[in-house]
């Protein structure tokens, strides 16, 4: 009887020693890559003849999805109206989309805008028209990001500069005379906060132009 309620202590000790390693384990564990996903980027091409461009993409992380499929670059042969026919496959494309997960995005959230889910279309029309997109890309921007920020309490926007330049660069042939890319950075709140407004700067198109637009949410408990 003696010894198999001793049995039964040191039993009860193991598990509880295996529940508090793994309790330790975790919380030592990096943030999930999901914290970390560049979603959506799409690249748009409006060169001033028809001519040949290649892109390649540099992405510190995995590109998890590719359309069309990137096989160390994209070759098309690109018209002004934004049009492009894939070298690979021989089919036409309205924009080059990637999509990836990396551990090395570090996002600064400390200047942007705190936005209600309500005004969110409004507040994204506005400002992406300032930074220099047309209605279709930056509406094509809002159909893919409304349903998951409109029905947030408030949403802290700001659209990463150096810090995601850094993460994802591109070299594109032959190279192009003006380039814009939005990424968006947002994280849902509970409740309103105050923050340093960004500032931001409205591009010009000049000569052969490359846009790219994309983003990322930061989960709620996600530690800046």
Not at 92 to 105: I, K, M, R, T
Not at 130 to 135: D, E, K, V
Request: charged share 25%; glycine share 6%.
């Amino acid at each position: 009887m003696k010894l198999s309620r001793n049995l039964m202590i040191i039993g009860v000790a193991i598990i509880l020693a295996v529940i508090a390693f793994t309790w330790a384990f975790r919380q030592s564990e990096p943030i999930s890559p999901e914290l970390m996903q560049v979603k959506k980027p799409v690249i748009y091409l409006y060169p001033t003849k028809q001519e040949a461009v290649s892109i390649k993409l540099n992405f510190s992380g995995q590109l998890t999805c590719t359309y069309p499929d990137y096989k160390n670059g994209w070759n098309v042969l690109a018209a002004p109206d934004g049009t492009m026919t894939n070298l690979d496959d021989k089919k036409q494309y309205s924009c080059l989309f990637w999509e990836g997960v990396s551990n090395e995005a570090k996002w600064d959230l400390s200047k942007g805008f705190v936005v209600a889910g309500k005004d969110t279309k409004d507040f994204l029309q506005e400002k992406l028209a300032f930074l220099g997109l047309t209605p279709k890309e930056y509406n094509e921007f809002i159909v893919y990001w409304l349903p998951v920020m409109q029905n947030n309490k408030f949403n802290l926007i700001t659209f990463a500069g150096r810090e995601y330049e850094d993460i994802a660069p591109m070299q594109i042939t032959p190279n192009p005379d003006s380039e814009l890319r939005v990424f968006m950075v947002f994280k849902p709140l509970d409740s309103y906060m105050e923050i340093q407004p960004q500032e931001l700067q409205s591009f010009e198109r000049v000569g052969f132009t490359v846009v790219e637009w994309g983003g990322t949410e930061v989960k709620k408990d996600h530690l800046d």
